[in-house]
Every structure is written in C-alpha cells, then in structure tokens.
C-alpha cells in the first residue's frame, strides 16, 4: 500500500448533475478525513470518520453532500444537484488514530471537480 | 474561533538561499501543527508535525519552530533548490480528536 488514492482524479460535470468521489485511505488508518480546496485557498474540513462512524461534518457539508465509509475502509463523498460554486479540489487524508498520540495525516492526490 | 494566518502569500528567492516561512494562529490552545508541501494541481505531502509540547522538529534540511505563546510557527528550508518551489501550507489541529485548520499557503519559487 503506497499511500491514500483518489478516484477520479478530474471530473467536469454539467450544473444539476450528482457525482460520487471515492477514496482508499491507507490500509491500517481507522480515521478517514475529506476536504474541500478552492484556488489560492487551503483545504478547508468537511467531514471526517472513525472507523465506519462520522463522527463531525462541517457546516460547509450542506444537504447536497453526503458522505459515507461503509466498512471503514474505503469513502465516497456524493453531491447533488452540484452548483457552479462547487467547483473545487476535494481532497481525502488518513491517519491512524490513538488516544494520546500525534499523528499526521496523509493526504491523496484529489479529485478536481469543475462544474460547467 | 482558530484563524490560520500565512504571510507572505508568495517569495520568490535565488538558489542557495535560506528559506523561511512564517504561520500565525490566534488561538494557542492546539494540539500539534503540521506543515505540508503541495506541488500545482497535486495533493498535500506532509513535511513535519510538530506536538504543542515540543519546540522545534528537524527533518534534513528542514526545521520548524513552534511557539505557542506567541501563536507563530516557523518552517526554516536551507540552503534552497530550484525543487523546492511549491506551495507550502500549515496547519494547526485543536484536539486529537480530527481535523485540521489551514493557512493559505506561501507559494514559493526558487530561481536557479
């Protein structure tokens, strides 16, 4: 296992339309965490598991997005409907998580999301 | 509420220069900070983590400070190669419990 993967890696999409992302974080990483990066900005937090549980969602995770980690392996991150404005790279991390320990995150390559 | 302050937004310095990239949080209750590298149109790659008890952390030719009185970070590169030019993001992370919250970014170039 090289790292977390991302799948598409770019996806254009007409207004209206519903796309599904998926990630495959690291094997052994029990947390799974998705973000959202528009240009010039840093990512920003939209959800993140533990395990099969979503344990936060962001308010910027509205209605039309749902997330879910079936088996606490691999996630998929749907929109509906997508709107222009959600147009952005959205970015999958992983990391092992143990109460008491810093760890970092690892990050996958993204999938570019442009909404016409 | 956490913010996440990178400055400046983009450096440019000759080869062989020392590099030295600054990030600013308003709130120093964290946990740990993170600085990542991110290449154009790629994903992040972790280039140090440093914990709220630790001071600095070194990796080569890479060192970070941390302090956290002061809400400052500083990712020092030395001696830089024209494959250092990327955008380099930090992040500061509240609790062990998830996410990270993320500056902007210095987007950096190194001329040969």
């Known amino acids: 296992d090289t790292g977390v993967s991302q799948n598409p890696r770019h996806k254009i999409t007409k207004r209206g339309q519903n796309v599904t992302f998926r990630c495959d974080p690291i094997s052994e990483h029990n947390r799974l965490y998705w973000y959202r990066q528009t240009l010039g900005q840093g990512p920003e937090f939209l959800t993140y598991f533990q395990n099969e549980a979503q344990l936060e969602k962001s308010r910027l995770l509205s209605d039309r997005f749902s997330a879910e980690r079936p088996k606490g392996s691999f996630s998929t991150l749907e929109i509906q409907r997508t709107e222009q404005g959600d147009s952005a790279m959205y970015l999958c991390a992983s990391s092992h998580w143990d109460p008491g320990l810093a760890v970092e995150q690892y990050f996958g390559p993204g999938t570019r999301l442009t909404v016409t | 509420k956490q913010e996440v302050t990178q400055i400046p937004a983009a450096l440019s310095v000759p080869e062989g220069e020392n590099l030295v990239l600054n990030c600013s949080f308003t709130?120093?209750?964290?946990?740990?900070l993170q600085w990542f590298r991110q290449d154009p149109g790629k994903g992040l790659t972790s280039l140090l983590l440093i914990q709220s008890s630790q001071r600095e952390q070194t990796s080569g030719r890479l060192n970070a400070s941390l302090d956290k009185s002061s809400g400052r970070s500083t990712l020092y590169i030395a001696a830089s190669q024209p494959g250092d030019s990327a955008t380099y993001l930090c992040?500061?992370?509240?609790?062990?419990?998830?996410?990270?919250?993320f500056g902007a970014g210095t987007q950096v170039v190194v001329t040969p």
């Open positions: 992040a500061v992370k509240a609790d062990s419990w998830g996410k990270l919250q």
């Open positions: 709130d120093s209750a964290i946990y740990n």
